[in-house]
């Protein structure tokens, strides 16, 4: 069983609001990254780390932003939401080094911004 | 540009028969691929991975092939079962930059 963990689960909150989704792993994971998913539609790479300190922007242009000052610890942040921002936020982690292997998942972050 | 892809967007399969899922990728650095399975609301669940080095990897009810010529591979799953409905991502991603790249999912129905 995975050990990595998002907070909150399920948020709604008013446009303009500052929020930060929570992601903590407990696996020593090197590498982490957040996902964005629309109902029905594809996981899109928003960011990702190979570690403390850095921090690279996904495929997907996104208006967040991500820290990792901590190993275990990847928390994404929106200075002010809108409701464009409505989405399932997933965080996952994996330990490979060489050749590629599991991504590990967290629960997801449902965020609705009204 | 999509990368990976899954042109199926929805298999309804009976239950005991075979499903089978395909993915279609379009970048050649690619050198590892997943399955995952996915319900509503939940983070993906790892089904079964492949590297390129190798065609074809079994665990119990899923198999899946990869063929690198054609930039396709399939997830197999025998005997159905209607446990199984949820959506089925593919994966791929390059053991150089680590990014995973996902495809746009397949959503399962195993009728009983």
């Known amino acids: 069983e995975a050990d990595i963990y998002q907070t909150p689960r399920y948020l709604v909150i008013g446009t303009g609001k500052k929020i930060t989704l929570e992601c903590s792993q407990t696996m020593g994971h090197d590498k982490m990254y957040w996902y964005q998913q629309d109902p029905g539609m594809e996981l899109h790479l928003i960011h990702y780390s190979y570690g403390v300190n850095s921090t690279e922007k996904g495929d997907l242009s996104s208006e967040s932003t991500v820290s990792r000052i901590r190993t275990e610890h990847f928390p994404l942040t929106l200075e002010s939401a809108r409701p464009s921002h409505t989405s399932q936020y997933l965080c996952?982690?994996?330990?490979?080094?060489?050749?590629?292997?599991?991504?590990?998942f967290g629960e997801g972050s449902r965020l609705t911004v009204l | 540009d999509q990368q990976v892809k899954q042109n199926s967007p929805s298999l309804s399969v009976q239950e005991g028969r075979i499903s089978i899922l395909n993915c279609d990728y379009t970048n050649s650095m690619f050198d590892y691929f997943l399955w995952y399975k996915k319900y509503p609301a939940e983070g993906p669940t790892f089904l079964i991975s492949?590297?390129?080095?190798?065609d074809k990897n079994e665990d119990g009810r899923f198999t899946v092939f990869l063929n690198k010529s054609a930039k396709h591979l399939s997830l197999h799953i025998v005997p159905s079962q209607p446990g199984d409905s949820a959506v089925y991502f593919c994966a791929a991603c390059n053991s150089g930059t680590y990014k995973y790249i996902f495809g746009t999912g397949t959503r399962l129905k195993v009728l009983a």
């Open positions: 492949i590297s390129s080095i190798k």
């Open positions: 996952a982690s994996s330990g490979a080094s060489g050749i590629a292997g599991e991504l590990f």
